[in-house]
């Protein structure tokens, strides 16, 4: 009787730790996600890792080495105004396209880091107030055929709110 308790007591103990396991392994997963969004315009979707706070705003893309073709950056503000961007540790050149209720108001193509050698030579802006702005791949706009009043949709890739 012993014997039987003791493999019950060791098949329960290893599915507690295999079930702790998989938990572990689909929450960071789900952490990974949580902070990107799907974002289209017209047919093409856009993953864009999303950028909703000062901190995240004010790193943007800089460090990185590079981005994949159909991945960006959208910046959220919580209100519109002419957000200046600038150019601070990044390693490559981006399109970006400004945003306002949904639709494009203005994208710059191209923009080099290397623009200006001080941080308020490589300064831009968007031609009028936005509440979003999405980088890209450098080229990108053209490939998507952007125009100003051209509508953008974007949803998160999860949705933590409990709704």
């Given amino acids: 009787m012993g014997n039987a308790l003791a493999k019950t007591f060791l098949l329960f103990f290893g599915l ?7 938990l572990v392994s689909f929450l960071n997963k789900v952490n990974v996600v949580k902070n990107k969004a799907e974002v289209k315009i017209g047919t093409q979707t856009i993953i864009a890792d999303v950028a909703k706070n000062d901190a995240d705003r004010e790193k943007g893309l800089g460090g990185r080495e590079s981005i994949g073709m159909n991945e960006g950056m959208l910046f959220i503000f919580d209100n519109e105004d002419e957000y200046p961007f600038w150019m601070k540790d990044m390693k490559f050149p981006i399109d970006v396209i400004w945003i306002r209720n949904n639709y494009i108001v203005g994208f710059a193509e191209n923009v080099d880091p290397k623009i200006g050698s001080q941080p308020s030579e490589t300064v831009f802006s968007p031609p009028q107030s936005i509440d979003r702005a999405l980088e890209l791949h450098a080229g990108r706009v053209k490939l998507l055929r952007v125009q100003v009043g051209d509508q953008v949709k974007s949803r998160p890739l999860v949705d933590i709110s409990g709704s």
Avoid at 16 to 22: D, E, T
Wanted: glycine share 28%; no cysteine.
């Fill in 16 to 22: 507690l730790i295999g079930g702790s396991i998989f």
